[in-house]
C-alpha cells in the first residue's frame, strides 16, 4: 500500500512537529516517530480501526493527542488529517469530497 498525504494534512503533522520542537526535541522526534508508526500499522491493517465521519477512519497516537485521519482507496491511504484531538472537531470533513 502507498500513502500520500492531503496537503493540509501534511501541513499539520508539520507545524506539531515545529511545534514540539521548540519546545524539546526530543519531543519533536517522538511525535515524528509515533507519525510514522501510523502510517505502518494503518498500511499494515487499513481496516483495523472504526469507521468514522465521511467515510474515514481514525488511528489514535499513544503519546500524542493526535489522530490520523485516513481513508483507503484500493491499494492507496490516503491521510486526510493530523487532527488535534482537543481542537475543533472535525474541522477536516470538507476534505473528503
Known amino acids: 500500500m ?3 498525504y492531503h496537503q493540509a494534512a501534511e501541513a499539520e503533522a508539520e507545524a506539531a512537529a ?3 520542537a521548540q519546545r524539546d526535541l526530543s519531543a519533536a522526534e517522538g511525535f515524528i ?7 505502518k500499522a ?9 469507521p468514522s465521519a465521511r467515510g ?3 488511528y489514535l497516537m499513544d503519546r500524542y493527542p493526535f ?3 485516513y481513508r483507503r482507496d484500493g491499494e492507496l ?15 477536516w470533513t470538507n476534505r473528503t469530497t
Open 2 to 4: 502507498r500513502i500520500t
Open 18 to 20: 515545529q511545534w514540539y
Open 33 to 39: 516517530a509515533e507519525l510514522r508508526n501510523g502510517e
Open 42 to 50: 494503518i498500511t499494515e491493517a487499513p481496516e483495523r480501526w472504526a
Open 56 to 58: 474515514t477512519r481514525r
Open 67 to 69: 489522530a490520523i485521519v
Open 77 to 91: 491511504i490516503q491521510i486526510i488529517a493530523v487532527a488535534h484531538l482537543r481542537r475543533r472537531p472535525r474541522y
